[in-house]
């Protein structure tokens, strides 16, 4: 759940804030800094694993630092941050949506946190006047406002400024309408006291327990236990359906039930996934004691490598025995742990939610009824041994069970665009990717029946091969405006044909 970090450094942030009994002088961006160096400290030590990204804003906006784990180099950029000129809110909006839709998918759960002291600007770029003629705008275009943002994302604000301000008072409501036009949560946060160090740091404090609470738990099979943390945390399942409401929270423990063939789970719909990932045992004894002294926690760190894990064990079996475990994460919700590589050499452990209910998938039936073999005096579907004890995907191939393409919102088709471009301008290193995705959205843009995109399409791979580097392999030229020229011709309409690559001099001695 990678995470932004917008802070304002126009003018008024350099204003100065009277702390009593304090000999120092201090701006606001000084308390700013303070805040959201304790917020990274509070992050290395907890949420290791999250991208966190630098974004400073004034009337323009900039990105600092790119999302990274390395969170020193975030710090050493806030000690350098200048100040520029007056404050726009719409603009560091402008540049979160940016950075994030250039860095992730359209899917990925992101936060934003925007640290400013209340000033929302003056003129026609101010956020009251944003706010105001924000639905005048064009749906699309550079003119339209970036909220709601086009990906899962919950923005918080934190206001460095007294809580009895006049600015604040007039501002405050303008921020809480950002978060409701965002609709995807998030919220307000104003110190409780006088500006100071402290109180600053505190509502650091109470951002990160309510919405980065890393999440301990138990994973329990049978007699084996082992403390795991779930990365990022799962969110609370809250969802209002036709004659309920149902809430649910992941629960303290999560206890496998069995474990079932890849091939029988197949791929069902999840509402999230997350890594399991062993707690060291510092941690744990740091829970149990906090009077434990400094060498025992060096001696327990070194020998962390050395004593067995149930999560490692876990992970080798289902890896090996291509099988999933089935696990009980809290009343009528259920999950499926596997084994899942993000590259051939790395491979982890995951959690994947399935929806609540009894039928989580759909033919494997009711999870209920899910028993070994062993237990059935006679077979549960007669004679035939190789008919398993439960029901199971069909063999044919449902529609709902094939790799199709959706374009449903806008980004669903942008982000299909993007994957043949970036191909595109990695030819002719990637020239069967390049022509199996190009192929895979032409099909998809015949059977919306979507031929103004052909146009689209050729116009965008003409615009490539145009700037192409003057180091750039000759091949990729050729292909590129092969490409074009079939989309453009009759060929590209006819869902039989499929575009082939060009065969030339370069390509003839490989393909």
Known sequence: MP??????????????????????????????????????????????????????????????????????????????????????????????????????????????????????????????????????????????????????????????????????KSSFPLFEKLIEMNGQGGEVCVPDNALTLQSVEAMFTRLQEKYFKPYNGILRCGNFKCSIQLFPPPDPYNVVEEF???????GSCLEILGFVDIADVASPQALSRHLVLPLPSKELKAADN?????????????????????????????????????????????????????????????????????????????????????????????EDDNKTPFPIRPAEKHSYAQSCVVWIKPSGLQA?????????????????????????????????GFHDLFEAMASMLDRECTMLPGSAHPDAALQLTHAANVLRSEMATDIAQVILPLRTNFNQDTT
């Open 3 to 168: 995470t932004v970090i917008a802070l304002d450094v126009s003018l008024s942030m350099s204003r100065p804030v009277v702390i009593p009994d304090c000999t120092e002088e201090y701006q606001r961006k000084h308390l700013a800094i303070h805040g959201i160096n304790s917020f990274l400290d509070y992050l290395s030590s907890n949420f290791k694993l999250e991208f966190t990204s630098l974004l400073v804003f004034s009337y323009l906006w900039e990105q600092l630092v790119p999302f990274t784990r390395n969170y020193e180099s975030i710090k050493s950029a806030l000690n350098n941050v200048e100040e520029y000129n007056k404050s726009c809110i719409e603009a560091a909006l402008t540049g979160v949506s940016s950075v994030v839709t250039e860095e992730w998918n359209s899917v990925t759960p992101s936060q934003v946190i925007l640290v400013t002291d209340g000033k929302t600007g003056i003129g026609h770029r101010s956020l009251k006047n944003s706010l105001e003629t924000w639905d005048q705008r064009e749906s699309s275009g550079e003119d339209k406002f970036p909220l709601p943002f086009k990906f899962p994302c919950k923005l918080h604000i934190m206001v460095i400024s007294n809580p009895n301000d006049p600015d604040l």
């Open 416 to 448: 299909d665009i993007q994957k043949v471009l970036r191909h595109a301008r990695k030819l002719p290193e990637k020239h069967q990717q390049f022509y199996k995705e190009l192929n895979r959205l032409r099909r998809a843009a015949l059977s919306f």
């Open 290 to 382: 906090d009077s434990e002294n400094k060498k025992e926690e060096e001696e327990s760190t070194q020998e962390d490598g050395k004593i067995p894990s149930f999560t490692v064990l876990l992970h080798g079996s289902l890896k090996v025995e291509g099988m999933v475990a089935l696990a009980h994460v809290a009343e009528n919700w259920y999950g499926i742990l596997y084994s899942w590589a993000d590259s051939k050499k790395k491979s982890n452990l995951m959690l994947s939610l399935l929806e609540p209910g009894r039928e989580p998938v759909s033919w494997i039936g009711n999870i209920k009824n899910l028993a070994p073999i062993s237990d059935f005096v006679e077979p549960p579907y007669g």
């Open 244 to 250: 309920e409401e149902v809430h649910q929270e992941v």
